[in-house]
């Protein structure tokens, strides 16, 4: 009751405030709602009224309740403690609740509830979910201190750790691992090693972050948990990925040897992590790459033998080709860079600090820059922000000026900026100084020197001084400027000024005897120590230019001697000393006081000093041989101080207030020891770059082969990859230049471009890198080169046709590609081919999202190859098929494919619609057709199956591999395609195969475009002497292409195509295809359809879209009980319809 | 990374403590209150410091300091930016974030911190997923709950966290499907005693606020994107479309939320609102100073400045002031030593002006500098820049939305030397 009036003007501050924030945009909803509240707020009372008469004992615990929430103070601890108890004991939900409520204000105030402990454990198996929650908040809290009776708890966790809904079991872990007590250690083992392959990737994240909990508490156990650790981090999910290379971190940062295979996975993954994780995997990349690769700044850190070997050598490695020419960065390194750069774009300013640290720390020097804009944004965030930033780019912007320069006026200081950003700002202003912008500078750094924050105008004209000494130009006008500011009526400014003259002059003393003179005019209106001490030294110093003056000062100086600080007296012994030595007519008296009052001085450094220069200078007879030196030794000219950044830790200089004596740079950016500058306790030192790259080949992912038995010698085929390295650049440079039709070219220029990242920036040799990394790598695949090859090569690709297409497609646009690279050839590539130009891996994408006709199909097409590249057998630059949609193993393909499609739809977040997008199959046919029988063939042999991949020729044609196998005894010469009929089909022919030899065989490839009809493709196979008609009749399923798209997507889509766009059926399954990955194999077997994932247990989704035309084909399987099941196809071609469902029944029906 | 968490109030009472790991002695606190007795000005607290054992990260928010505790290495961004999430949170949950609030919610603020950091380490900060495992408090519920005894703690589980767009919660409804979007641009500049610009830009954001049914996938795209220099998004805006096209596509949060904030590129002239024709100046002789100030518009496209408001930082020496305003009040705090002169609308027909003498501090010298004025203004429909929106459409749901694009121009950090 008593808190409504509070509550009710909450309201209106609630809306009022919100108000404001949208400005006023809605505010007449919010007032209506604001109303309507009110007039709750009223029948809630009048409801309070009518229950009044009967207080009960709960109420009354309420109202009690409610009155130390609002903050009334707390009554004696002891009695409400018992109170507590008994609420906690009874058997109202209610009480309990408001018992744990206050419980936890107790804790959250820092106030002791430990003896409650067996009364609020009891509670821990409650239903009520928030009751349940507090209790875990409490047993966290308290565990530690109460071992004996948390153990009651456990079991209770151990039972949710099996439920079946995940997050119980996430939290289950969560509160189990934050139990700190000891025994339980080996629970918590087995729950983290169960929960890390738990089939929800939220588990598996919840015990990556137990792992690090279970580390702390039990270091013992790092050898189990760092296999638990491999194992996750062997896991797809992004949802993993920031979480296991934390606890990575923590629990064996040292294991580098355990990031090579998920290098290029994390890479990929990275965009698509949450904030958090990006930057503990940024960071972790970073340390990664600094031992990994070779170095990108030694411009010209070439071996000449290297280069000889690289000639030389019948490459069995790789290796000897990177370390060739100036440098060429590992394709491993660049896509570290290419994929971190997006991130520079994040709302997450840790996240873009962590990206500028590692371009700092890996990116060649000329590339760093691309981080400057983001940086200086980041500096209209908070004041923390702002200051950690500005630390960071004060480090920079020593080592790099240029960096910074053009942003120099976002460094301009306001005057409500706090102390510490405005110093930090004047020392980046000061370290962007050059001849150009000094003029401007300076007259910035005037109205600071007027601030009214004096430590900030001190530390303005230090700045000036460091401006003076490092631009010769203007040192005049420096000192000059200086000079005007020892009239200054502030003490603190004149006495840095002096300070800083001293400095000045010791560079050029010869000609400014007049400012010594009007120093020392000053000198009685001074009194900051520091100030008259400078004074005293220069006097002394350069006392053989103002003879005159110098003695008066020491006569003055011997009369305040005594009340001088200490720093002060120094000085004046040792002016006193100089002054004996070069005019001792004068002060010879003077001297002897001022040594004999130095001489009982209570500091022993003065009375050291004071021994010390009497034994040098008074001549008599047990002063030793220096007496003679002494002239030299004091008078002896010093170097002139330099002037520096304090970020550099110049020593002498007044340290600034937030640094140390050391030089800052020697942290890595963007860490607390940094910002700190001091090594603090976790901190990984960044290693310096190794002399020579450690063997990249770790970061290659074995994957599983397809299952592809046309292709028997596909394994070996690895091996010759690397032979003959230059004869096949060569080979490919013809070919690519020959065949080019335009379409090819441009798509290839296309593909090139993406792969190279913002080529425009990348010089010559990460280039050459390019090429030969993808050379090399493709080296193995076909060629549809046609003419005058030797026999070697021949063979050499005969094996490697039988690799698919994929691969000769990849090999030819990387071959035009280095034409790009190298030649005007780039300039013919069509210009939606440019714009793509400097987007990245994924541009796929963006383009796949186009659905408007002709052009736009054609860049999904020409980017393409990127995804193809996914279940590509070599691993490099290109290697995405750690987020491939399924592996490509067929037997297990798909029980992973759906939870992993789950996992994959978070990672394609950057699809504008994702139903439009067009996915590889996730599995492979197998089967083969006969297309010509040896015995009609006359010993030549063909057949053919669907590779159910993209055709590389049209998007709107069916792919089909052709494997030619010579079964006579002669060689087959020229065997190309002849005539077509019926004249519409397009069928894109295969370049003619020159010879064939006995007993061997060779895949080559077509395109055909059915139109999304059935009806065969007939045409003649020739060779040199023969010819015969064959024909190839595709099955509908063929004619598809799988589509990735999300369950909501696929509903609207399926409600579109309802009613004469519908067929369905009932159909009887075979047994042994209820299971739900028996009936996705079955389905996709039959049509090239693409799964979606689906929560729901009894339908079974698929989705593709027809070649030709690209209309959707939506497949459902509803499973009704006894194996019958309703089999739904929704398309708008009809015919293909009725033709697909009987296909399906079929095979489903069939065991 | 972050060990344990203190709130601690402007005049350094800890008012509530968090803890990830082991407990931390709230002990360690004093080392962060010495430091900020010596700051004096609470903005002028290092946000980094250091003890023998442990490392303090802070950051002063509404009044309130909100101190992390970390043993070891961890970027420091990364914990700010972290703190700032969950004042924002904060501020989301309960409309503002100040002690009294917290103090009041302590529970509910109990409950978003252990959901939001696990061990250490951040785990949902999403709002839109905090809201659907904690509901935040409304006074209908509190009403409800203290009848009925129910709770703020939602009964179903969270989705978003495994959805694949996990701003977003699942299954949103509305009646009115509305989508709005606030261009605010920010001016912020410099000027000299002379009228001259020595620095000025623009910054932007577009805030968002869309209640859309269902999982709506969203494209804005501009007239003149060219002008936007340099761009952050909200995690929902896909990267590779602003690339290609520069269009924004996404599919939104349900809510209020920051789309994106921008640069406009520093090539671009910026067209400075208003101009300030200033004369303060402070007496050689005798403890007074004089001041005059008027204002007028400059360059403002046609628009009328609103809310424009004016503040003077005095020098610390001085006692008072006695000025009159032809428009609008004036007030001078006599602690802060701040005037602030409220104008409301710019007049073009008649300048608002300010004038009247200042009194120093006998036996104060003369102040050295000049305090600089800063200025606060808004225009109504309009974007500074001349960012347009073009269009917003929208696919996947086949309601139609009702949309709205508003503009302002404000000024952000706009200081006149004088």
């Known amino acids: 009751m008593t808190t409504e009036p509070e509550e009710e003007t909450n309201v209106c501050g609630l809306s009022v405030r919100r108000q404001s924030r949208m400005n006023g945009g809605f505010s007449s909803l919010r007032l209506e709602a604001a109303g309507a509240m009110r007039t709750v707020l009223v029948s809630a009372e009048s409801l309070q009224l009518t229950l009044k008469p009967e207080l009960t004992q709960e109420e009354q615990a309420l109202t009690h309740a409610a009155a130390a929430g609002s903050g009334r103070p707390k009554e004696t601890l002891k009695a409400g403690n018992e109170d507590l108890k008994e609420m906690l004991e009874s058997n109202k939900e209610s009480l309990k609740l408001e018992a744990m409520k206050r419980i936890v204000q107790l804790i959250s105030k820092g106030k002791n509830a430990s003896d409650l402990f067996p009364a609020v454990v009891k509670n821990v198996a409650s239903k009520n979910i928030e009751l349940k929650k507090l209790v875990y908040v409490y047993l966290v809290r308290y565990a530690e201190e109460q071992q004996d009776l948390a153990l009651l708890s456990i079991s209770t966790f151990q039972r949710a750790l099996k439920d079946p809904n995940q997050f119980i079991r996430a939290s289950a872990l969560r509160v189990l691992s934050s139990i700190r007590v000891p025994i339980i250690v080996p629970i918590m083992m087995l729950a983290i090693k169960e929960a890390a392959s738990d089939l929800s990737p939220y588990v598996r994240k919840t015990s990556a972050h137990a792992i690090q909990k279970l580390y702390s508490l039990d270091a013992d156990q790092k050898e189990q948990l760092i296999e638990v650790i491999e194992k996750l981090l062997k896991d797809k999910s992004t949802l993993v990925a920031g979480s296991v290379v934390m606890a990575f971190e923590e629990v064996c940062p040292d294991r580098i040897d355990l990031i090579h295979i998920n290098y290029r996975k994390l890479c990929n993954l990275l965009v698509d992590v949450e904030e958090w994780g990006q930057v503990v995997i940024i960071n972790m990349l970073t340390r990664y790459a600094r031992t990994q690769f070779a170095s990108p700044w030694k411009e010209d850190g070439i071996l000449d033998e290297n280069e000889k070997a690289f000639y030389d050598s019948d490459s069995e490695e790789k290796q000897g080709q990177r370390e060739a020419k100036p440098y060429i960065m590992d394709p491993d390194h660049r896509l570290l860079l290419r994929n971190t750069k997006p991130l520079l774009q994040s709302r997450n300013t840790a996240v873009v600090m962590a990206v500028a640290q590692l371009y700092w720390h890996l990116a060649p020097k000329h590339e760093v820059s691309i981080v400057t804009k983001s940086l200086v944004r980041l500096l209209r965030s908070h004041r923390e922000v702002q200051y950690v930033v500005l630390q960071n780019i004060a480090t920079m912007s020593i080592q790099r000026k240029g960096m910074f320069e053009p942003h120099m006026k976002s460094f301009y200081v306001r005057s409500t900026d706090a102390t510490h950003i405005k110093t930090l700002k004047l020392e980046i202003l000061t370290n962007l100084a050059n001849e150009a912008n000094i003029s401007t500078i300076l007259r910035e750094f005037q109205t600071y020197v007027k601030s009214q924050d004096k430590a900030f105008a001190a530390a303005t004209i230090q700045a000036i001084g460091r401006c003076a000494t490092n631009i010769s130009e203007v040192t005049d006008t420096c000192l000059n400027g200086l000079v005007l500011l020892l009239s200054n009526r502030d003490e603190t400014v004149v006495a840095e000024s002096v300070v800083v003259i001293k400095k000045l002059l010791q560079t050029q003393p010869t000609q400014h005897c007049d400012i010594i003179k009007h120093m020392a005019k000053l000198f009685d209106n001074i009194t900051v120590p520091m100030a008259r001490a400078s004074i005293l030294w220069l006097m002394g110093e350069y006392c053989e230019r103002v003879p005159k003056i110098a003695p008066d000062v020491l006569r003055k100086m011997a009369k305040t001697f005594t009340s001088e600080e200490d720093i002060v007296k120094l000085q004046t012994v040792n002016l006193a000393a100089k002054l004996y030595l070069t005019n001792s007519k004068q002060t010879k008296l003077l001297t002897q006081y001022i040594l004999n009052l130095g001489k009982y001085d209570q500091n022993y450094d003065i009375r050291d000093r004071t021994r010390f220069i009497r034994q040098l200078i008074v001549p008599s007879e047990k002063s030793g041989a220096l007496n003679k030196y002494a002239r030299r030794i004091l008078l002896a000219s010093k170097p002139a101080p330099v002037l520096e950044s304090a970020f550099k830790g110049q020593l002498g200089q007044t340290p600034l207030p937030w640094t140390n004596e050391m030089d800052r740079d020697r942290f890595q950016l963007g860490t607390l020891s940094h910002s700190l500058n001091i090594k603090t306790t976790g901190y990984q030192e960044l290693s310096d770059w190794p002399a020579v790259a450690p063997d990249p080949s770790v970061r290659n992912v074995e994957v599983i082969e397809p299952v592809q038995e046309w292709a028997p010698s596909l394994g070996k085929a690895k091996k010759p990859k690397s032979d003959k390295f230059y004869s096949d650049d060569e080979e490919k440079e013809e070919e690519g230049s020959g065949s080019g039709s335009e379409d090819s070219s441009s798509r290839s220029s296309s593909s090139s471009s993406s792969e190279e990242s913002g080529s425009e920036s990348e010089e010559e040799s990460s280039r050459d890198l390019e090429k030969t990394s993808s050379d090399s790598e493709k080296s193995s695949s076909g060629s549809e080169a046609s003419s005058s090859e030797s026999e070697s090569q021949q063979k050499k690709k005969k094996r490697a046709k039988k690799v698919t297409p994929r691969k000769s497609k990849q090999a030819a646009a990387d071959s035009d590609s280095d034409e790009n690279g190298n030649g005007p050839v780039g300039k013919t590539s069509s210009s939606s081919a440019e714009s793509s130009s400097d987007s990245e891996s994924d541009s796929e994408e963006d383009s796949s999202s186009d659905d408007s006709p002709a052009p736009q199909k054609k860049t999904v097409a020409k980017t393409k190859p990127k995804v193809e590249v996914k279940s590509k057998k070599e691993v490099s630059l290109l290697d995405l098929d750690d987020f491939s949609a399924a592996p490509p193993s067929a037997p297990k393909s798909s029980v992973f494919s759906s939870s992993l499609l789950s996992d994959l739809e978070g990672l394609s977040l950057s699809n504008v619609s994702s139903a439009m997008q067009v996915t590889t199959s996730s599995f492979g046919p197998v089967k083969t057709y006969e297309l010509l029988h040896h015995m009609t063939g006359k010993g030549l042999s063909a057949k053919y199956h669907f590779p159910r991949q993209p055709c590389l020729y049209q998007p709107s044609m069916v792919a089909v591999q052709v494997i030619l196998t010579n079964s006579s005894d002669h060689s087959l010469e020229e065997i190309h395609i002849g005539d077509q009929s019926p004249a519409s089909l397009n069928v894109h022919c295969f370049n003619t195969v020159e010879r064939l030899e006995p007993g061997a065989s060779v895949s080559v490839s077509l395109g055909i475009d059915f139109s999304d009809s059935t009806q065969a493709a007939n045409f003649q196979l020739c060779t040199k002497e023969d010819q015969f008609s064959v024909s190839i009749q595709p099955a509908v399923g063929e004619l598809l292409m799988p589509s990735t798209m999300k369950e909501p997507d696929f509903c609207s889509e399926q409600k579109k195509l309802m009613g004469m766009n519908e067929t369905s059926a009932t159909i009887a399954m075979a047994t042994a295809n209820t299971s739900k990955q028996n009936i996705s194999k079955q389905v996709l077997s039959v049509a090239n359809v693409g799964v979606v994932s689906s929560d729901q247990n009894n339908l079974q989704r698929f989705a593709g879209r027809t070649i030709s035309s690209g209309a959707l084909v939506l497949v459902t399987l509803e499973l009704r009980e006894s194996s019958t099941a309703l089999l739904t196809i929704n398309t708008e071609k009809t015919v293909m319809a009725s033709m697909l469902l009987r296909d399906l029944k079929q095979a489903l029906c069939q065991a | ?418």
Not at chain 2, 99 to 105: A, S, T, Y
Not at chain 2, 176 to 192: G, S, T
């Open chain 2, 1 to 418: 990374m972050i060990n344990s968490l203190f709130l601690i109030s402007h005049s350094g009472d800890i008012f509530l403590e968090k803890h990830w790991k082991s407990v931390i002695s709230r002990s360690v606190c004093d080392y962060f209150l010495e430091a900020k007795e010596k700051a004096g000005d609470p903005e002028n607290v290092a946000p980094v410091l250091q003890t023998p054992h442990h490392y303090l990260i802070s950051i002063y928010r509404g009044k309130l300091f909100f101190l992390s505790v970390t043993q070891t290495e961890v970027p420091p961004l990364f914990v700010i930016e972290f703190l700032h999430r969950v004042a924002d949170t904060f501020q989301d949950y309960f409309g503002d974030c100040s002690e009294v609030l917290i103090k009041e919610n302590t529970v509910t603020v109990y409950e978003l911190l252990e959901e939001m950091l696990d061990n250490g380490f951040p785990l949902a900060t999403e709002s839109n997923v905090l809201k659907e495992m904690i509901r935040p408090p409304t006074i209908l519920r509190s009403v409800v709950n203290t009848l009925t005894g129910g709770s703020n703690v939602g009964g179903t589980l969270p989705t978003g966290q495994l959805s694949n767009v996990p701003w977003r919660r699942a299954g949103v409804k509305y009646t009115n499907n509305e989508a709005y979007f606030d261009v605010i641009e920010e001016i912020d500049a410099i000027l000299d005693k002379s009228g001259t610009t020595v620095f000025a830009e623009i910054q932007g954001v577009i805030e968002a606020c869309v209640k859309l049914t269902g999982m709506p996938d969203l494209t804005l795209s501009f007239m003149n994107p060219r002008l936007l220099d340099d761009v952050s998004f909200h995690p929902c805006v896909r990267f590779k479309r602003w690339e290609s096209e520069h269009v924004l596509s996404f599919i939104p949060p349900d809510g209020n939320f920051r789309l994106m904030s921008y640069h406009v590129s520093s090539q671009n002239l910026v067209a400075i609102p208003v101009y300030v024709k200033q004369n303060i100046s402070f007496l050689e002789t005798g403890s007074c100073g004089r001041l005059d100030i008027t204002i007028g518009p400059k360059q403002t496209m046609g628009k009328t400045v609103e809310s424009l408001t004016v503040t003077i930082p005095m020098p610390k020496s001085v006692l008072s002031v006695n000025l009159t305003a032809t428009q609008g009040t004036c007030t001078f705090d006599l602690t802060t030593k701040v005037v602030f002169w409220d104008v409301g609308k710019l007049n073009p027909q008649k300048l608002p002006n300010l004038r009247g003498s200042i009194s120093i501090q006998t036996g104060a010298p003369k102040p050295e500098e000049n305090p600089s004025i800063n200025i606060d203004m808004k225009i109504q429909q309009l974007a500074i820049s001349g960012l347009k929106v073009s269009r917003l459409d929208m696919y996947g749901e086949k309601y139609k939305p009702f949309k709205g694009v508003k503009y302002v121009t404000k000024a952000g950090k706009f200081q006149v030397r004088t």
